[in-house]
């Protein structure tokens, strides 16, 4: 089982839930395996002993065994957790099996990868022989498993030939492998020796004994008895060639091919002192005679080649593989390897087939081994790649991504081989980012990599899609590419509004705060909240009137920060009358309203007497007395207000008269009844004041003056958002200041005025406990008030004195006020 990385462990846990939950297709395969077994792979000598230890990284299994040979084996207690075992390897067939019960329904196994092997004997002798050469066998006995099984033949320490075998046993098996060569002059020595090629283990050579073969003093032909009995000679007078044993190394060795090689004589001699004949065999190419040509392994590079030279293989795909020698001297071309099965087709060309690669480094060779007795040795190219299991993109720091700040993006790329041919890219949506090769990691073997990418991230970013690519660069037609799945990243941002008026009109009891929507924007999504001098809004419902117009403030927040921004509420409504019945006009003054309606936006009045509209450019007269109806229009509405408007006139009196309040009435005369009116300036009913604010408390500042005419009454001061002035009537003006801060200390003025004059009233508020600081200030202050009281008074003698001269009357009456003479009280008691 492949170990998992740590960034594999929650599919590892994934795994283990599904398995909780599903049942596998199978008894022996699950689609994750919770069973642990070591060793994984047991090669071992048959009639050895060995032990395999079966445990589980599941931990709520429910029973653990190791079966072997069809017995099953428990754990001991206490020590339940895993099961130890060791057998002897009696048997060929033994595949010993680890079993985890996982629930009540479902079990899973995993078989242990056994070879046995039995090293075998091995005898050389002569089968076969006659005048020219000679065929010998190398037997082979009680060896396992055959299929792992390669005999090589030298001929004076070179080696010539390489026979593997084919089989599926796992039995020990006698194997014999047979050798034609011709006789030399010369002696010449050949041995056999069998291989066991084994994957995780390297077993010695079984070398056989030295024959030397010569020409000369030939037996006669004969069967040969079995590989394990004496060689005998059937023949008297020829005695047998000499066996003799030699001790030799491996020294591989090229023969040239015997077809360009023919006899061209033979003789026999007589000897006296034997009677033995004497065969020499004569050997010469049939070729023309030309100087020896100086063989290398430099010179053979165009004529030893593999077929293809560079291989790209994925791991368990087949491969196959030509080698072959172009040219006359060679005399041998053969593989060596423990993988696979090669097939010389003929003395130069050599087929290795591997049905499935199972191992990350495939170490093969093929040699050529020449007549003139170099040999030249060949290894293929052959890169073994595996695609990634998975590619995905996480980020490296598990908090929230903050605009304004770097972060790194790791591409984990799982279980992929060759690394060094691994190219990561680097995508934000279709935008290429970044490409990087790990150059310095030379493993064959299946690796983990993690490519890292540093990104600034701002607002813009949120909602980016980031993957990475896994490319495997193997070659100019083959580059198979993995693909991540998006990352989406979620970037928190300040919240900011996207669109807010600055100014905003609603109609009286038309419109509630809720109504006014303010696109916002921020990441988490923020929330919107309201003030109002202040105070939180808590009725987003409540529907607004004339007295809710000023200025609101929106705030977004979220976790990153906060935002806020104002907006102006006017409130407009309908225009509506709060006047008097009854007015009073000079003499050839012009038009004006006597009272101003209230309405927003402002509206326009129209005068309208007897449903005819008067012209506002005109003056009044003598005449004009009478019922008007003031007309106000504005987008809202319109009101009417019925008044009666009288005309004074103006009259010099120098009689005495007598007064009540405002009213002096003088003697009858002429039956008609004459009130005069006296006219007055303005007076506050209060002095000048001086007011501590509390913070935070709401207070009420009034002013209010008497005068004849009524007095306009305003306040002067600087404005501000808690301050709220109402009008009640021409005479009365009241501020109401909500909850009171340090910026609302300061004088306030209130003005009253009329025809005859302007006063002004002082009020100073200043904070708790720093009224000190301005007492300097304050009493410049009354100086000036001071100074202007003097003047004032100064001012009411002087108008007194005139009024004793001259009187404004107001004549009330059905006649023309010019035609009744104006006498004293002295005349008309004479009269």
Excluded at 555 to 578: K, M, R, W
Aim: charged content about 20%.
């Amino acid at each position: 089982m492949r170990l998992l990385a740590p960034a594999m462990l929650p599919l590892r846990m994934l795994g283990i839930l599904m398995l909780m939950i599903h049942f596998c297709g199978c008894e022996d395969s699950c689609s994750y395996n919770p069973v642990l077994l070591h060793p994984l792979e047991i090669v071992e000598e048959y009639g050895k002993e060995v032990s395999i230890n079966c445990s589980s990284d599941y931990p709520h299994y429910q029973q653990i065994a190791i079966i072997v040979k069809n017995k099953t084996y428990y754990p001991e207690e206490p020590f339940r957790d895993y099961a130890i075992f060791s057998f002897p390897l009696d048997d060929w067939n033994i595949e010993p099996r680890c079993r985890v019960l996982v629930n009540e329904s479902h079990e899973c196994y995993k078989d242990v990868d056994m070879t046995v092997y039995k090293n075998p004997e091995v005898d050389l002798l002569v089968k076969k022989e006659d005048a020219v050469g000679v065929e010998l066998q190398c037997d082979i006995f009680d060896v396992a498993p055959v299929q792992n099984l390669s005999v090589r033949w030298y001929k004076n320490d070179h080696l010539i030939r390489i026979n593997s075998f084919s089989g599926k046993s796992r039995e020990a098996v006698n194997e014999s492998s047979v050798l034609t060569v011709s006789k030399e002059e010369n002696t010449t020595q050949f041995r056999c020796e069998a291989h066991l090629n084994l994957r995780s283990r390297s077993l010695p050579a079984t070398i056989s004994k030295t024959l030397n073969i010569s020409a000369t003093k030939i037996p006669v032909s004969r069967d040969v008895t079995p590989a394990h009995e004496i060689l005998t000679s059937e023949t008297e007078t020829t005695p047998p060639p000499q066996f003799d044993m030699l001790s030799t190394t491996f020294h591989p060795f090229n023969m040239p091919d015997s077809e360009n090689f023919t006899v061209i004589n033979s003789s026999t001699a007589e000897d006296d002192e034997s009677t033995t004949s004497e065969n020499i065999l004569y050997v010469a190419e049939t070729t023309k005679a030309h100087p020896a040509e100086v063989i290398t392994c430099e010179s053979l590079k165009k004529a030893f080649k593999i077929t293809p030279p560079e291989v790209v293989v994925r791991y368990g795909d087949p491969v196959v593989l030509t080698c072959s020698g172009d040219n006359a001297s060679v005399e041998l071309v053969s593989w060596e390897t423990p993988y696979g099965r090669h097939e010389e087709m003929n003395h130069f060309t050599s087929n290795l087939t591997i049905t499935k690669v199972e191992t990350w480094k495939l170490e093969l060779m093929c040699f050529a081994a020449f007549f003139a007795g170099q040999q030249c040795t060949l290894e293929p190219n052959i890169t073994v790649y595996k695609t990634p299991d998975s590619v995905s993109v996480t980020a490296v720091d598990p908090g929230p991504m903050i605009e304004g700040k770097k972060y790194l993006l790791s591409c984990n790329i799982l279980n992929v081989a060759p690394v060094n041919q691994l190219h990561v890219k680097w995508y934000r949506g279709n935008e290429s980012l970044h490409t990087e090769h790990p150059k310095n990691d030379h493993l064959s073997t299946p690796q983990n990599v993690s490519s890292i990418l540093t990104v600034p991230l701002e607002r813009g970013d949120n909602g980016s899609t980031f993957r990475c690519e896994a490319e495997l660069q193997l070659g100019p037609e083959l580059s198979p590419l993995t693909l991540s799945a998006p990352y989406t990243a979620l970037v928190h941002y300040k919240p900011f509004f996207k669109s807010c008026p600055v100014r905003h009109t609603v109609e009286e009891n038309k419109f509630r705060m809720s109504q006014l929507v303010c696109e916002t924007d921020g990441n988490p999504p923020p929330s919107v909240e309201w003030y109002h001098a202040g105070q939180k809004l808590t009725d987003l419902d409540k529907l607004f009137t004339r007295t809710d117009s000023g200025v609101y403030r929106a705030s977004v927040s979220n976790s990153v920060g906060q935002s806020s921004t104002d907006v102006l509420i006017t409130v407009e409504y309908a225009p509506s009358f709060s006047c008097n019945r009854h007015y009073k006009a000079k003499v050839n003054s012009e038009l004006k309203t006597p009272c101003e309606p209230e309405g927003s936006p402002p509206p326009t009045i129209t005068w309208l007497k007897n449903g005819a509209e008067v012209i506002s450019t005109r003056r009044w007269t003598k005449n004009d007395g009478g019922n008007y109806t003031l007309r106000a229009t504005n987008t809202h509405g319109t009101a009417l207000h019925m008044l009666y408007l009288d005309i004074l006139c103006m009259f010099i009196l120098s009689q005495n008269y007598s007064c009540a309040k405002n009213i002096c009435i003088y003697i009858q005369w002429a039956k008609l009844n004459i009130k005069f009116s006296i006219h007055r300036s303005p007076e506050f009913n209060q002095g000048n004041t001086s007011e501590e604010i509390i913070l935070g408390q709401n207070m009420t500042l009034d002013c209010s003056a008497d005068g004849n005419p009524k007095p306009e009454i305003h306040w002067n001061y600087t404005s501000a958002e808690n301050l709220r002035v109402t009008t009640v009537g021409r005479h009365k003006i009241i501020m109401t200041i909500t909850r009171a801060t340090s910026t609302n200390a300061g004088k306030y003025i209130c003005v009253a005025s009329n025809k005859l004059g302007m006063k002004t009233r002082f009020v100073s508020l200043t904070e708790m406990g720093k009224g000190n600081d301005k007492s300097i200030s304050g009493f410049l202050w009354w100086i000036i008030l001071l100074v202007i009281l003097i003047f004032v008074v100064l001012g009411v003698v002087f108008l007194f004195y005139k009024k004793r001269k001259y009187r404004i009357y107001n004549v009330v009456g059905n006649k023309d006020p010019q035609q009744i003479p104006m006498t004293n009280k002295s005349v008309a008691a004479n009269s």
